[in-house]
């Protein structure tokens, strides 16, 4: 979910369309490169895209969510959902100066507050009848396929069928979440499938996101114990050496100054391997 009630990248072309112009060398080349209908997707994108970008920013417990994209409910109707935040989740003014004052007023909540917030789960029915655009009726499939595309509330509105309310002292770390992963499509039900070009094209994205994390975590995680077992082996070794020769003075003191240099070698290979789990693409 979302705080928009849209997703900006109407389709999968224009998904497609608009990574072709965000990872070409030259955003300009590559724009241009693009065919016609392309170009006015990529725009069409990038103009929605600022629009939500402009939102007023507030703490996540106070913010509305959308899945902006439809799933199936059941064999016959098609909904969206929305999470409405409470009118009274508590929550503290935002330090603007902190880049990660979202995450940290999310967790000092969760850590701190007496009273955790709470959000009313709703669905929206797709309802051909009485949805329009610009107007006119249109069928199933049109909705169903256009994620920018809103579905007014007005003519279908949500039904609340449940609440959702964060538990206390049970924050994710950051540190937590590296093993944890989306798979929207893999996990759903015949009764519960998500539909439209987006979704469709969503499964192998997060497939191959999934595994490229996975592959850097494995390697980074070896690195780490390599070098963990690396100071155990040196420290002993070390250690050996310096009661076989504690009459000698120097010995000890070049045996204890050698643990520092390997712990200091070792720890630098460890933060090596953090920083790979840390910056590697989600």
């Excluded at 998500?194 to 995680?221: M, Q, W, Y």
Aim: a positive charge; aromatic letters at 8%; hydrophobic letters at 40%.
């Amino acid at each position: 979910m979302q705080n928009a009630s849209t997703l900006p990248i109407n389709d999968a072309r224009a998904f497609l369309a608009t990574m072709k112009l965000l990872t070409a060398s030259n955003p300009a080349v590559g724009f241009w490169s693009l065919p016609f209908s392309d170009k006015l997707r990529v725009m069409r994108t990038l103009v929605l895209a600022g629009f939500q970008a402009h939102q007023k920013i507030k703490p996540y417990q106070q913010l509305r969510y959308w899945s902006t994209v439809p799933f199936r409910h059941g064999p016959i109707d098609v909904v969206k959902h929305s999470l409405t935040p409470s009118p009274d989740n508590p929550a503290c003014p935002l330090q603007k100066s902190n880049p990660n004052g979202l995450r940290d007023e999310l967790i000092r909540h969760v850590e701190e507050d007496g009273r955790m917030s709470a959000f009313d789960f709703g669905l929206q029915f797709l309802d051909t009848d009485s949805m329009t655009y610009w107007g006119k009726h249109r069928d199933a499939n049109f909705w169903i396929e256009n994620a920018s595309v809103e579905w007014n509330e007005a003519e279908a509105p949500f039904h609340t069928v449940a609440r959702l309310s964060l538990l206390s002292k049970l924050a994710l770390w950051p540190g937590d979440g590296e093993a944890t992963y989306f798979d929207v499509t893999g996990n759903s039900t015949t009764d519960s499938t998500p539909l439209g070009s987006i979704n469709r094209a969503r499964r192998d994205g997060e497939v191959a996101s999934r595994k490229a994390r996975t592959r850097a975590d494995t390697f980074a995680i070896s690195i780490m114990v390599f070098a963990t077992l690396l100071l155990l082996a040196a420290t002993a070794f070390v250690q050996q050496v310096s009661c076989s020769t504690q009459n000698a003075d120097g010995n000890i003191a070049r045996g204890s100054m050698l643990i520092s240099q390997v712990t200091a070698s070792v720890s630098t290979v460890r933060c090596a391997g953090l920083a790979l789990t840390n910056t590697h693409y989600r």
